[in-house]
């Protein structure tokens, strides 16, 4: 059975301190890590798909990696507007997604 | 549209009462996803349909949950004499078929009383 697990439940920094959230997944044949950021009350929010173990891909202070067990979302000097819920998801199989519970984030002034 | 819209935004229900929740994917999406998001929890999977043909329904936890498509566009799950364990956010997503990167919309809270 495809699963995530998300870790830690819930990230507090401060402005500027840099860190890392962590996807770890099993899967039978993996077509795609998608990684989605979630504001209260709103939908997922898409950021990323990686595909192959070894692919990094960025966006503004967003960094996704991938190995053939896990992912990290690195964020680097985190401002207070990135605080929200970071879900991982993937793609196995099927057309389904399998997420995990999510990583809530905090970024205090 | 400019986005996967979602109606109603909130449905509070009672208890044996049956809902209907709307879902306009984004023009040209073939593909549609509808999962339930329970408080504090990531999405879960209920159904999937590519055009009008609902390809997959592995998710929906009960006979109760009914979904449809049935011109290839706009879609509605209806679940039927809902439960205090249905509440949570149900969510549309969209995309195009072979493409992995699917949007979602706002989701419908419901709430069963």
């Known amino acids: 059975e495809d699963q995530v697990t998300q870790s830690p439940e819930a990230l507090r920094l401060q402005e500027g301190e840099s860190s890392s959230l962590n996807c770890s997944y099993t899967?039978?044949?993996?077509?795609?890590l998608f990684w989605y950021r979630q504001d209260p009350g709103k939908g997922p929010e898409f950021l990323f798909t990686?595909?192959?173990a070894g692919e990094e891909k960025e966006k503004e202070r967003l960094k996704a990696t991938l190995t053939k067990k896990e992912s990290f979302l690195h964020i680097t000097a985190p401002k207070p507007e990135d605080s929200a819920t970071y879900l991982c998801?993937?793609?196995?199989?099927?057309?389904?997604?399998?997420f995990g519970k999510g990583t809530k984030l905090t970024v205090n002034p | 549209g400019a986005g996967v819209s979602q109606s109603p935004r909130y449905k509070v229900a009672k208890r044996g009462q049956d809902v209907a929740l709307r879902c306009d994917p984004i023009?040209?999406?073939?593909?549609l996803f509808w999962y339930q998001q329970a408080l504090g929890q990531g999405p879960e999977f209920l159904t999937y349909?590519?055009?009008?043909?609902?390809?997959?329904k592995s998710g929906l936890p009960s006979d109760r949950f009914f979904a449809e498509r049935p011109e290839g566009s706009v879609s509605t799950l209806k679940i039927q004499r809902t439960q205090q364990e249905d509440s949570a956010v149900y969510l549309c997503?969209?995309?195009?078929?072979?493409?992995?990167?699917?949007?979602f919309g706002q989701g419908t809270r419901l709430t069963v009383v």
């Open positions: 997503a969209s995309s195009f078929v072979g493409e992995t990167e699917a949007f």
């Open positions: 899967v039978s044949g993996l077509r795609g």
């Open positions: 990686l595909y192959s």
């Open positions: 998801a993937i793609q196995g199989g099927s057309e389904k997604l399998v």
């Open positions: 023009s040209g999406h073939v593909s």
């Open positions: 349909f590519q055009n009008e043909a609902q390809l997959d």
